[in-house]
């Protein structure tokens, strides 16, 4: 399918908590898209490399330890330096809600706060396909 | 024999002993709120029924005697409550520091020592990797001056402290034994424990370093300085916790955490060490969670297992040996960010069901933990759940109050059976260091993971406010912000440290520790506590030994 959106679930900074980013990433691939998980514990500049070598559309991040008001900048300029910045950016995770609105002026499309269902990312992404 | 002369027995063979010691809260003299006379421990003539004497020893017994179901102590909370023991940590030591002397003053009576993922893994807070992560899910240490300054004016031969370290659990436990030297503490006056329980991390919690042979021979290591020098120690916390918060279901929490410790015990009699030498001070820790009967079902299950597979797989003739004494922590999965007060009720439930399970110590959550670390009014509300089932409910008052409930012991043993099941499996794959590096304990927790969530998506599961009952526009609830500066305060620190120790000694520490890891069947716990006292930073001493172990690779397959 020449029309499939690619995907790749990242886990920035050192936290393993990795539950919610297995699960979005097999919920994903049930709902059709093809997804690729990055593992925990990867830095900004491995996870954007990985999102360019897998030509990816979307990157969904995942951090629950608090770290994403410094992590989060890094793999935008990263990804905006590197050519990426057509891809789709969503998050999830423990990340505040006063948080958000800054997120969202980075680029960061949609940031996603725990107990959220699949189908809400999945508008996301149908949206963002249509639009683009 | 009826079962009124074996409690007679009991009272006299195990009990007496003990209470002569240990006196109960009010002297025996304990009732319910309407002045009923409450028996310490219930057995089924008290209800006008009968049952076969060696089949209720075989399976329940009393509380301090084998199998344990009961509970591990004679007295249980008749005695002293369990030690109400809050996680807790962030920024730098000194932040800490404050909190912990705030919750010991509030009535907390143990410390647990939450450390950020950096100090977790090994990097010092300069270190890149540790780039966005000094001081976020924890302290941060990188070398004995922060110690000092996290337990400043704490007596460490007055408190117990829980340190929630495990790859680097060495070199922590190094320094803690450091510090009580300098405040003239030795260290065979210090009581806690070191979660030191790498396997879980491979498959759970994510905070490894090194691969599992030179983890486990680490973990040994410290088996071996602890009974040697700590006898008041736990070597370790054998963790279901992370298991189940990663989404395994109660059975798998039982089954993996047991083999796992089989795993341990393994590799210590492997080296040499007598199993009632060290099996005593070794400890678990398990989730509390939602599924309230389930959930001390579980934990009486658990118990009972560990005592016959000491008895029976391992030889061990000394009861301590037997007896399984756990920390417990109500579930942080089970927390929803949406309508945060409910949290408040839930941990009420799973602390509960701690209690009538007969935990040792308890971690209750606070009810902001799906938002951010715990402010300090959450933090104080947590505790005070505790206090409030200790003191209001009446559950502590008489010893596994749920013991011959149908349903309960039904429960039991069902759950021993699957997860004995699961133990015969792990076995026939090689045990459970192969069974982790063939991916087959990962595999079952996903698939668990995975089954939960779709229940819940398609509404065959209700939680509260997630599926169910939400609302729209919830007023905000106040939080715990990080302190930005934190990470260059604690870079700028170890540079100074860096500075003003002696460079040479440092060296010639690293030194003796690398040719020690390199020959296999040296100690380490001596070179690391070496080192430490030198002020050799953690991230140095961790990079010493990666130069020698290697790092570990997850492989992942989603």
Known sequence: MDDAIRILIGKPGLDGHDRGAKYIARALRDAGYEVIY??????????????????VDVLGLSLLSGAHNELFP????????????DILVFAGGIIPDEDIPGLKDIGIAEVFPPGSPIQAVIDVIEKWRKDR | MSLHDERNRWEEETLAPVLGKFPERHDGALTTASGLPLERVYVPEDAGLTADESTFRERFGFPGEYPYT????????????????QYAGFGTAEESNERYKYLLNQGQTGLSVAFDLPTQIGYDSDHPMAFGEVGKVGVAIDSLADMETLFANIPLDKVSTSMTINAPAAILLAMYVAVAEKQGVPPDKLRGTIQNDILKEYVARGTYMFPPAPS??????????????????????????????????AVQEVAFTLADAIAYVDAAVHIGLDVDAFAGRLSFFFNASPDLLEEVAKFRAA?????????????????????????????????????????????????LAAVLGGAQSLHTNSYDEALSLPTEQAARTALRTQQILAYESGVANSIDPLAGSYQ???????????????????????????????????????????????????????????????VANEPPVDRMKHDAEAEQRQAEEVAR?????????????????????????????????????????????????????????????V
Request: aromatic letters at 6%.
């Open chain 2, 216 to 249: 486990m021979r680490l973990i040994t290591n410290t088996f071996a300085y602890c009974t040697e020098h700590m006898p008041l120690w736990n070597s370790i916390s054998i963790s279901g916790y992370h298991i189940r918060e990663a989404g395994s279901d």
């Open chain 2, 408 to 470: 309960v012991e039904s429960l039991v043993d069902e759950i021993e059976k699957r997860a004995t099941e699961y133990i015969a499996k792990i076995d026939a794959a090689g045990g459970m260091v192969r069974a982790i590096d063939d991916g087959m304990i990962q595999n079952e927790i996903e698939e668990s993971a995975y089954r939960f969530q779709r229940e819940v998506e398609e509404g065959r599961r209700v939680i509260v406010g997630i599926n169910k009952y939400e």
């Open chain 2, 303 to 351: 118990r009972r297992m560990w005592a016959r597979i000491l008895k029976e797989r391992f030889g061990a003739k000394n009861p301590r040996s037997m007896a399984m004494r756990f920390h417990a922590q109500t579930s942080g999965a089970a927390l929803t960010a949406q309508q945060p007060l409910n949290n408040v009720v839930r941990v009420t439930l799973h602390a």
């Open chain 1, 38 to 55: 990055s593992g925990i514990r990867q830095t900004p500049e491995a996870l954007v490399n990985m999102a360019l070598q897998e030509d």
């Open chain 2, 70 to 85: 009961r509970g591990v102590q004679p007295t249980m909370y008749r005695g002293r409550f369990w030690t109400m023991r």
């Open chain 1, 74 to 85: 890094r793999i935008m300029s990263l990804l905006n330096e590197k050519g990426g910045d």
């Open chain 2, 497 to 557: 440290v860096r500075v003003h120790r002696e460079a040479n000694a440092v060296q010639t520490n690293l030194a003796r520790l690398e040719s020690a890891a390199r020959d296999t069947n040296g100690d380490l716990m001596e070179p690391i506590l070496e080192c430490v006292r030198s002020y050799a930073t953690l991230g140095e001493i961790s990079d010493t030994l990666r130069t020698v172990f290697g790092e570990y690779r997850q492989h992942t397959a």
